[in-house]
């Protein structure tokens, strides 16, 4: 008998007493003594688990001898902590979309053929599948517990199965299901406007809560891709009060991915997640990512799986911020673990502590709010997460932007004609475009981490929320504008605004041109020589907020665009110089005097960087930019430039082509604007490179800023010429509508952007919790630390840089303020290692001095001796091109475009397999691209340029329209807001169709509001109401403090509820099958399904009895009334279709195949301008087919008729082409979607000449 090994453990028997495991060599069974400083003995043989007692304290170390048989030690070990939980949370991940299709991932995954199978792994099924796996293991266990969250599967699944229901809601109530999110899906909140997160909330909460009858608490947002910092305060405003996600502050796969040691982190794993409002909800990161637990499943005994568990508990442990432990068991589209029970059941039997138990997250959370009051307060930036996300696919991003602006836009003046007119209001169609947005905004899809065929089907989610926003914006402005006379111009804005303004305009007979300060372009001249309608530009100055002026014109010669001569243009703010030697280069730009490029560079300038196809250590191709580090300009090739002048402005063109890139630019100084507009047109043939657009600005000392979701923050600089092989992370991020070099708040003569805080153990948690605020409502993001623990700093574990540290209370800086050892742009170096003490500059105050640091900040300048600062902002507007990087040099960096071949590029599931018409993926991005952004500068922060107007202007143009070019002077604003505040949506009061309601009668209006500049605002607002975020209920109201994102509501009697239908019936109950993304218009209240075994009918309102009938196969009824929620079901007689009309509208399910045949008449179409044309479909069809026509959204001017549809039979679809001003080429295919069947057509080239 020997003892070969003496080990401590985290283990506990009952007593609690500690097991000490000691392991024996040779002999029969022994008893094992152990004393000394602990106590205690046990019988057996191999490894034998000794409990013992002891008087020491968790984290000291026992000394003990330990005797077996005639053998015996001395060893030591640490005493463990008793009292531990790991909450093993059974969840899956799901994906509506990604590399496969809306339909696979739902129910058809079995079946969808083999390329739908080729990335797939054994233990994943698809939606329906998973939640009916989850549910018979709660039947057969009846301890399990399982957390079920996005709407993309819960409604299908809901209305497809209403059998499920009762069960469903018993486990809910029984605690047993967690009803997750509080939102529709994951989204890419850093992608999308912050209004598209709050309707993502709204939605995702008004069928959990109120549909299923779930209580969401917890935004579970595992996968996304990083997050807006807003997130936090808009999920609190909405009632949430947790959420826990598995990327965002430590790279994609945190800290833990290699093996590495997860005390890297400055801060626990339970913290206080703040958002720039002020706000926030109590957050668990998940240190092993979402998928730790799930891999025990591959275990072949129980006890292998216990050890498993015990293994993660024994890594995560080091980082949580109370004995509980989240060990998250799943991963993507995963069913039951099936160790997880046994696990519970055995490992409990044996030990006390840790207790392993299958839980859910909300017990998690209590379990941590009990044990601990205060969280460690974290207002950090949780990006840049996969930096080619914001690029990817860029057309994706720009039809979002496209789309969220002219729905919000047309939400606003829908909203004030229900109100001041009487007019009825859109709620159904309102509604489908909201959620085509927030489907849209799951992180597999705008980021552009999709397969071809997915991009294809997301464009028509995009495309039908700009054509309802367009709709509804066109005839709630008819309402309006009933009675004025001339050219109304329109407000979008909540401040006045003089801006230019585009117009087709009708000229009156005998018209020549038009004698005011205008451009026309794009004239129709007849035999005669008049002008009968014409493009027409112009200054449209005070126009009132949220209102209208009405402008006139009198006749005179066609003015356009002439030419100037040079190189050059000017206004009385901008001068600037093109040179045609260096691709078209702006060779000098100055404003109020002051020369803003860097010397012998030049602005504007397109860059082409080479990547590899996928990242040479993580391989994912679309998720990360993956620059070699090697690129070229067009300022190396010569290009030709026209300078342009016209009554309303100067303009310089510039025309050149090198490399993958053909490009047009245009420059353009209006009179009366102070912004520089610009548009670069690009061509591109390449693959796996990146389009940039550079401007090397000089602004001294200045940093990065960005606008995100309704703030603004500091960022880091962007390496972007390193090669990703070497150096892996460039720093790119994404911006909402500007970015800029400027200063968002400055100590003494030195902008800060970013800070690690770092407080002495004397520093309390809400004085931190206060200061961390006060910053980030100024726009400094913070990492709150403690001095003992590791720094915030290093690339190789952090996603970002700090370019500050304030320490507070007892830390190793002496008071004061202490300049860094090196300038920032000299250590600011691909995979940056910051965490020296002398690497930053210090600002070190006493635990007392908080308060007065916080009042100090009121001013974003933090008074300390030393050399002053005179700052300076040069700022960059985009439309939809989110992805910027500002080099440590300053040039400025718009992310245009990407093409990669990295896989998903050109996945395709449903065959024949489409490309683009000259053989590329879609991912290659080879057609004629448009990207239009403005650049303003001026001195002071940018507080003080109005980027946060700028930039919505930008987004937001005016809207003219054409009642007559002669008429009566009229103006008028059609709502007071504060005026410094920014209205980010005005809407009908309440949410009915969210929240399972039949929409009623317009009874009220509400409003969101943001204050933008980190100041504090008491507003009057007589006859509105603060509510929460769901305006579920009223909130006492308090002054807007800094960066609040606030709502208002007030009663208001308006118009009806205007009907809604899809344009083709009848409606495809299940839609998912046509890939079409969220539920028909409506969101199908009452729906029909068809299997071969039964017929169901369901409802999901929650109010009201629904009378109807189902017609089957034609002939057959059967009749039916549901309460709310209710279901009704019939034995199927062998019948194949199944019908019902309701609130206007026809559904049907059908079964049993179907088949089509369908062919194109042209694979090219050619127009010029004013010429029409056609893409012509032939199909025939034993089926109702829906017919969607899908283009890039450069082309929906182009292609007006996009979403149609045929009855069964032979037809022949005409979608016509409308020759549009702008020459370039694109493609058109259409997508056939029949009997829960897809076809996409050949694709055809759509090409305007010149």
């Not at 250590?827 to 916080?854: E, K, T």
Request: charged share 20%; glycine share 10%; proline share 8%.
């Amino acid at each position: 008998m020997r003892i070969a090994e003496i080990a401590g453990t985290e283990l506990f028997a009952d007593g609690p007493r500690q097991i000490v495991r000691v392991t024996l060599e040779e002999g029969a069974p022994a008893e094992v003594v152990i004393t000394g400083d602990a106590t205690g003995s046990a019988t057996g043989q191999g490894t034998v688990e000794v409990p013992v007692t002891t008087e020491k304290a968790p984290g000291e170390t026992a000394a003990v001898t330990v005797r077996a048989g005639a053998d015996e030690t001395t060893a030591e070990f640490p005493v463990a902590e008793p009292g531990w939980t790991v909450w093993m949370v059974s969840h899956f991940h799901y994906d509506p979309v990604w590399w496969n299709t809306q339909a696979a991932y739902t129910t058809t995954w079995n079946t969808a053929g083999d390329a739908a199978q080729s990335s797939r792994q054994a233990f994943q099924h698809a939606g329906f599948e998973l939640v009916q796996l989850h549910l018979e293991t709660a039947r057969r266990e009846p301890g399990y517990k399982f957390v079920l969250a996005e709407v993309d599967y819960l409604k299908p699944f809901w209305d497809a199965h209403p059998e499920h229901r009762a069960y469903l809601r018993r486990l809910i109530g029984e605690g047993r299901v967690e009803i997750m999110g509080g939102a529709y899906n994951e989204p890419n909140t850093n992608l999308t406007s912050a209004e598209s997160t709050i309707r993502n909330l709204v939605h995702g909460t008004g069928f959990q809560r109120d549909v299923l009858g779930g209580d969401p608490h917890t935004a579970w947002q595992l996968d996304a891709f990083g997050h807006d910092p807003q997130f936090p305060g808009l999920a609190a405003a909405a009632g949430l009060t947790s959420s826990s996600w598995a990327r965002g502050p430590f790279h994609q796969w945190g800290p833990m991915l290699g093996g590495g040691d997860p005390r890297r982190m400055q801060f626990p794993a339970e913290f206080d997640w703040v958002a720039p409002s002020g706000e926030g909800v109590l957050t668990h990161y998940m240190p092993g990512h979402y998928s730790a637990g799930w891999w025990m499943d591959s275990s072949t005994t129980v006890d292998e799986a216990a050890a498993e568990v015990y293994r993660w508990f024994l890594a995560l442990k080091q980082v949580a911020a109370t004995r509980n432990v989240l060990l998250p068991v799943g991963t993507d589209y995963t069913p039951p673990n099936k160790w997880i029970m046994d696990v519970q059941r055995e490992w409990n039997a044996r030990y006390a502590w840790p207790r392993f138990v299958c839980g859910l997250p909300k017990e998690f959370f209590a379990a941590v709010r009990a044990e601990r009051a205060d969280f460690l307060p974290q207002t950090r930036d949780m990006n840049p997460v996969y930096t080619g996300k914001d690029v990817s696919y860029v057309d994706t991003k720009q039809a979002q932007r496209r789309a969220e602006v002219v729905v919000a836009d047309a939400e606003k003046f829908a909203t004030l004609a229900a109100v001041r007119d009487g007019a009825d209001y859109p709620f159904a169609l309102m509604d489908k475009a909201w959620r085509q947005l927030v489907y849209g905004a799951h992180h597999d899809a705008i980021t552009g981490s999709e397969s071809d065929q997915v991009y294809l089907d997301l464009l028509t989610g995009w495309r039908e929320a700009y054509t309802i926003g367009s709709e509804t914006l066109d005839g709630a402005l008819r309402v309006l504008g009933a009675g004025l006379s001339g050219v109304v111009v329109w407000n979008p804005s909540s401040w006045p605004r003089t801006d230019v303004v585009r117009v087709r305009l009708t000229l009156p007979p005998g018209w020549r041109g038009i004698a005011e300060p205008v451009v026309v372009e794009n004239a129709v001249v007849d035999d005669e020589g008049f002008v009968t309608e014409a493009d027409v530009v112009f200054l449209a100055e005070d126009v009132p907020p949220l209102g209208y002026r009405t402008f006139s014109f009198t006749p005179g010669v066609n003015a356009g665009w002439l030419p100037a001569g040079g190189t050059s243009i000017a206004n009385d703010t901008h001068a600037i110089t093109a040179d045609p030697a260096r691709g078209g280069g702006v060779s000098s730009w100055v404003t109020g005097g002051r020369e803003l490029l860097q010397p012998g560079q030049v602005g504007n300038e397109l860059v082409v960087h080479d990547e590899y196809p996928a990242h040479p250590r993580f391989h994912e191709g679309p998720w990360h930019l993956v620059p070699k580090g090697t690129r070229t300009g067009s300022s190396a090739s010569a290009a030709e430039v026209v300078a342009e002048r016209s009554a309303a402005g100067e303009r310089l063109v510039v025309r050149g082509e090198f490399g993958p890139v053909r490009y047009v630019q245009e420059i353009t100084l209006w009179h009366g604007v102070r912004r520089v507009d610009l548009v670069t047109r690009v061509d591109f043939d390449g693959a796996d490179q990146l389009v940039r657009l550079r401007w090397p600005v000089a602004a001294d000392r200045a940093l990065p800023v960005s606008e995100v979701g309704n703030a603004v923050v500091g960022r880091g600089f962007a390496l972007i010429d390193a090669d990703t092989a070497d150096h892996p992370w460039t720093l790119d991020n994404p911006a909402h509508n500007w970015f800029a070099l400027s200063t968002t708040c400055r100590i003494g003569g030195r902008p800060i952007g970013v800070a690690e805080i770092v407080a002495g153990p004397d520093v309390p948690v809400p004085a931190l919790r206060a200061l961390a605020a006060a910053l980030v409502k100024q726009g400094v993001t913070a990492t709150v630390s403690r001095a003992d623990g590791p720094r915030y700093g290093d690339l190789a574990v952090d996603s970002n840089l700090p370019d500050v540290r304030i320490a507070v209370g007892e830390t190793p800086w002496p008071k004061g303020w202490h300049p860094a050892a090196r300038p920032l742009t000299e250590v600011w170096v691909p995979s940056a290692d910051l965490r020296a003490a002398d690497a930053l500059p210090v600002l070190s105050i006493g635990a007392g001095d908080v308060d007065a640091l916080i009042d100090d900040l009121a001013d974003a300048v933090v008074d300390v001796e030393g050399e002053t600062y005179e700052p300076y902002t040069v700022g960059l507007i985009n439309r939809g091109v989110p992805g910027f990087a500002v080099e440590p040099n300053g040039a400025l960096n718009l992310s245009l475009l990407r093409s990669c071949t990295g896989w998903p590029s050109g996945i395709w599931i449903d065959p024949p397999r489409r490309t683009v018409p000259d053989g590329s993926g879609f991912q290659l991005q080879h057609w004629t691209h448009a990207f239009e952004y403005a650049l303003v500068a001026g001195p002071g922060d940018w507080r003080a340029t109005g980027l946060v107007h700028e930039g919505h202007d930008v987004n937001h143009p005016l809207i003219a329209r054409d009642q007559g070019v002669e008429g009566e002077p009229a103006a008028d604003s059609l709502l007071e807001v504060p005026a410094n505040l920014v209205l980010t949506a005005l809407k009908p009061a309440g949410n009915p169709i969210a929240t399972g309601r039949l929409p009623g009668p317009v009874s009220g209006m509400t409003m969101r509001l943001y204050e933008p500049h980190g100041r504090t605002e008491r507003i009057d607002l007589p006859g509105w109401r603060r509510t929460d975020l769901l305006e579920t209920r009223e909130v006492p109201d308090s002054p807007v403090t800094g960066m609040d994102v606030v709502t208002y509501t007030r009663d208001a009697d308006g118009g009806g509820s205007a009907p809604g239908a899809e344009p083709f019936q009848p409606v495809f109950t299940r839609y998912w099958l046509h890939n079409t993304g969220p539920a028909p218009i409506g969101n199908l209240p009452v729906a029909v399904h068809l299997t071969d075994e039964t017929v169901t009918v369901a409802s999901s309102l929650v109010e009201g009895v629904v009378d109807g009938v189902v017609t089957l196969d034609g002939a057959e009824t059967r009749a039916f009334t549901l309460e709310p929620g209710a279901f009704q079901a019939w034995p199927n007689e062998g019948w194949t279709t199944a019908r019902l009309e309701f609130d206007g509208q026809t559904f049907e399910d059908r079964l049993g195949p179907a088949t089509l045949e369908a062919t194109t008449d042209s694979p090219h179409v050619a127009v010029r301008a004013g010429e029409r044309s056609a893409i012509v479909i032939r199909l025939t069809c034993d089926a109702p087919v829906q017919a969607q026509l899908i283009s890039p959204w450069h082309t929906y001017d182009l292609l007006p008729v996009w979403n149609t549809g045929v009855g069964p039979g032979t037809h022949e679809l005409r979608f016509p082409v409308v020759g549009g001003h702008q020459p370039g080429t694109w493609w058109a295919l259409v997508k056939l979607g029949y009997a829960g069947k897809v076809h996409y057509t050949e694709p055809v080239t759509i090409e305007v000449l010149p």
